[in-house]
């Protein structure tokens, strides 16, 4: 979708390179029913956005669209798909969701830097505007939006505003590090297989509503288990019952904290976040006839995980 073509209910602004700049992006709005070219052009409520500055270790090529009025501003970030992988597979966008630090967020931000993944965080979600990770985004220029709206965040967005923003940004994948909201049905069903989710232990041990961070690892040295580890998985309508695409196994220690053990397994979840990712990415997930999500081998393809 051409960001010209989003945008043509706004302006007639020809496109500028800077990539510094402040702006916003309308958002749509949530008694619309129109499709997601027509949300951003339509809709009345605006969310300050900071353009993400261009990388030099990138092919990728960035534009910002703005226009400007005396009352009103917009714009929005556009990527070509010029950096291809040899076999002609285009770099994805990606959308990650963020309730604190955001130390997973920050892994996988680095790995797209670095060119480990194939791919770009194109916006960050949070539902806590001050939390870590929303902070570490807007340092390093990348979006941020605030879902979803609550008393406590009365400026965050509906779930019908947070699909077309995800839309209009042509988002892939849409990653959960750390986010502590169920996502709601209307991002499940616009992303189906799309949006995956970390957890940290074997699940379907030690999961669902309320389990999370150091709760999990304080129920695991309880429990008595002699083994943890991160996994991940697609999302579904409900807390950590989606397929799992992978895991990886950590020792329980005899006399672990759940500091100590939270430590090892955060470790192992920012290794693991990263190689899904860029399996991801590279277009190696594939589905069994079970409905199973395999992760193919890039040096075998007929190996699978």
Known sequence: MEVQHLLSGFCSTPMVQNPKTQFFARLPSSSSSSTASTYFAQSHKWVSFKAC??????????????????TERTGVIASSDSEDLGNGIRRKKLAVFVSGGGSNFRSIHEACIRGSIH??????????????????????????VLFPKT???PDGISPIDLVAVLRGLEVDFVLLAGYLQLIPVE????????????????????????????????????????????????????????????QRVVPVRANDTAEELAARVLREEHRLYVEVITALCEERISWREDGVPIIRSKENPNEYS
């Open 53 to 70: 500055p261009c990388n030099s270790q990138r092919a990728l090529s960035r534009k910002v669209v703005e226009c400007r009025s005396s």
């Open 119 to 144: 791919g770009d965080i194109v916006v960050l979600v949070t539902n806590k505007q001050g939390c870590g990770g929303a902070d570490y985004a807007r340092d390093k220029g990348l979006p941020v």
């Open 151 to 153: 008393k406590k965040e």
């Open 187 to 246: 991002l499940i069903q616009a992303y189906p297989r799309s949006i995956v989710n970390i957890h940290p232990s074997l699940l379907p041990a030690f999961g669902g509503k309320g389990n999370y961070g150091m709760r999990v690892h304080k129920a695991v040295i309880a429990s008595g288990a002699r083994y943890t580890g991160p996994t991940i998985h697609f999302v579904d309508e409900h807390y950590d019952t989606g397929r799992i695409l992978a």
